[in-house]
């Protein structure tokens, strides 16, 4: 599952402007009074009852999921409120562990569906990893981690991990990718025309230097040894208590480039989003999942993709990274209404 693909998670009612923890005695924790669509209890062959495991439902040609946590006891349990009648495939979240069945389920009117599921050691877990149990992994100080934390900006630690290149390879590669702005990523990479204006150039011979410091750090961490990777991978802790007292609703976006950036909910309860790396500006209704996405105007060929910042109700103002320039959009007529000049190097 693609984290760029996901818009935002709404918890305990759609609409919801943040996501929210539900404490003990909240409606959302007496689940168990509400009618329920489907429920069941998750185990493994070294937890007779998983606590934490995150379970999600989404219907077949669907663009919404639904996700809920397990409890102590190993049961969880979807509202009937958030589930309609139909087929669903159920995926699950629990890192060190798979799902052992393909998790298909039909969900009946007014009848509570059950699906124990069963999970198995996983056979990989660096698939699993995420950005920051990678660090925690990581051999090495924290001056070294935090040398090629920006990596991450554009892509996967594990993109490093799976790699072979010697250190002498990855200097050519660290320089290569330092010529791409944040925004970028492997689906669409974009490079940045000029350095940024500010702050006074780094001598080439000082760069290097930096360049073969990261460069022989990354080296140890991959699998240029030839012995596979020679540090145990850390885990985070699975959601525990309160933290597993909660519902998520997540959407899909048109397109797996999508970036959500600068979220923001108007009072109508629409969700807002620019793209970060792309000229886009889209709006979500969480009630049908319907999104309408708005192209912005390529004010500088050449430059990176916008960054949009979403504005106050009335107005979206988009300034992008390296352009230099902004436009205003009104969602009443639902179009770009005006382009803002571009200010003088002075102003900037």
């Known amino acids: 599952m693609s984290p760029r693909r996901l818009l935002w998670m709404f918890v305990a009612g759609l609409g919801a402007p943040a996501m929210l923890m539900h404490p003990p005695g909240s409606p959302l924790h007496a689940q168990s009074t509400s009618p329920v669509a489907l429920r069941g209890h998750v185990s493994s062959a070294e937890e007779r009852s998983m606590e934490g495991v995150i379970v999600t439902a989404k219907k077949t040609g669907s663009t919404i999921a639904t996700s809920v946590v397990s409890s ?4 969880f349990q979807f509202p009937a409120a958030r589930l309609e009648p139909g087929s669903y495939t159920l995926r699950v979240r629990a890192v060190g562990y798979d799902l052992t069945s393909r998790g ?6 007014g009848r509570t569906t059950v699906a124990d599921l069963t999970l198995d050691k996983t056979k990989n877990l660096t698939t ?13 100080t924290e001056a070294q981690k935090a040398d090629i934390r920006g990596c991450a900006h554009c892509h996967s630690l594990e993109l490093i991990t799976r790699s072979r290149h010697t250190a002498d390879e990855f200097v050519k590669i660290v320089e290569r990718m330092s ?3 944040p925004l970028a990523f492997p689906l669409m990479p974009q490079r940045t025309p000029s350095p940024r204006i500010g702050g006074g150039e780094i001598p080439r011979d000082r760069q290097l230097q930096i360049w073969q410091r990261q460069a022989e750090y990354l080296a140890t961490l991959n699998l240029s040894g030839g012995n596979g990777l020679t540090y145990p991978l850390k885990t985070e802790p699975r959601p525990a208590g309160a933290a597993t007292h909660v519902v998520y609703t997540t959407y899909d976006l048109p397109k797996p480039t999508r970036q959500p950036h600068d979220v923001i909910v108007d009072s109508h309860g629409i969700v807002w989003y620019a793209s970060f790396g792309e000229q886009i500006l889209g709006k979500l209704d969480p009630r049908t999942g319907k999104v309408t996405e708005y192209e912005i105007p390529i004010l500088k060929p050449g430059a990176p993709m916008v960054r949009l910042w979403p504005f106050h109700e009335w107005k979206r103002i988009q300034s992008p990274c390296g352009r ?15 382009r803002l000049p571009e200010p003088s190097s002075a102003e900037m």
């Not at 102590?72 to 049961?75: D, L, N, P, Q, T």
């Not at 699993?128 to 090495?140: I, K, V």
């Not at 320039?325 to 009104?330: D, E, L, R, Y």
Request: charged share 5%; with cysteine; aromatic share 10%.
């Open 72 to 75: 102590a006891s190993g049961e």
């Open 104 to 109: 298909l389920v039909a969900i009946e009117p």
């Open 128 to 140: 699993q990893l995420t950005n920051a149990e990678w660090l925690a992994s990581f051999p090495g």
């Open 179 to 181: 010529g791409y702005p």
């Open 324 to 338: 230099g320039s902004a436009t205003m959009f009104g969602p009443g007529c639902a179009q770009v209404m005006q």
